[in-house]
């Protein structure tokens, strides 16, 4: 498994821009596929952005579409989700999450239970 630490949160008006980074430590991160989830106490967590391993394909939820952008750097260990002309209902607690990539992946990607490591979580709060 990897280790994953999320930064990069923070408090923005609606409109603003914020830019997430998830760093990965432990076995080969170019071996793994990457997604940020938005998760809520007492609720599943919700897909938001998925990108396959060498990052050469990459999904995204419905309203994230032409708003955010999932990349990575294998050199760096590093994946960062890009948040553009954020929204209040984007407001949350956002992890990434690690799974190794198999091409099972391509079906399952927005599924969070296919993820076995997660990282604590960086705070996005957009007001108003």
């Known amino acids: 498994q990897v280790q994953l630490v999320e930064s990069g949160g923070g408090l923005v008006q609606a409109g603003g821009s914020l830019r997430l980074s998830c760093a990965a430590s432990?076995?080969?991160?170019?071996?793994?596929?990457m997604a940020w989830f938005r998760r809520a106490p007492g609720k599943e967590p919700l897909f938001v952005a998925a990108?396959?391993?060498?990052?050469?394909?990459?999904y995204y939820v419905d309203p994230a579409k032409g708003r955010f952008t999932i990349s990575r750097d294998n050199a760096k260990n590093t994946v960062y989700l890009q948040m553009n002309s954020l929204k209040p209902e984007d407001t949350g607690i956002y992890s990434c999450?690690?799974?190794?990539?198999?091409?099972?992946?391509?079906?399952?990607?927005?599924?969070?239970?296919?993820?076995?490591?997660w990282g604590q979580g960086t705070q996005v709060t957009v007001s108003s």
């Open positions: 432990g076995r080969a991160f170019s071996s793994y596929a």
């Open positions: 999450a690690a799974t190794e990539y198999s091409s099972d992946w391509y079906q399952q990607y927005n599924m969070w239970s296919l993820y076995g490591s």
């Open positions: 990108i396959s391993n060498s990052g050469t394909t990459a």
